[in-house]
């Protein structure tokens, strides 16, 4: 049986601080409108994150003064189903990655076939 990892939320949100750091900033450069958090739960058990908004593919002319895209980490639920400290830093990798990959228009289906389902 899995053990669930213990680590603080500080600690978990300097890790999800350590990944966004790790992505090249000629990609971060073009997100827009975007907001990073870490959540303790997910509102349905197995999540891992959540991108909630227009992504940037979809946005035209017509996109202004809205509020700005979520992206949520959810901390408790990583912990959960690692079960190293090393495996919940890569999950947390994994997560950014894949969460911030649907703020550019990228769907779960394509990031499956890229290895980042």
Known sequence: ???????????????VADALDAIP???????????????ENPPEQG??????GVPLTERGEGYFGVL??????????????CSTPE????????TVIHE???HF??????LHDLGWG
């Open 68 to 81: 700005p895209d979520q992206i949520s980490i959810y901390w408790r639920e990583i912990c959960a189903v």
């Open 87 to 94: 495996e919940v830093v890569e999950e947390v990798r994994i």
């Open 25 to 39: 900033e000629n990609l971060t450069g073009y997100m827009d409108n975007v907001v990073i958090t870490v959540a």
């Open 100 to 102: 911030i990959a649907h």
């Open 105 to 110: 228009g990228i769907d779960d289906e394509r």
């Open 1 to 15: 049986m899995r053990s669930v990892v213990e680590l603080t939320l500080a600690r978990f949100e300097e890790l």
């Open 47 to 52: 999540l891992l994150g959540l991108y909630e």
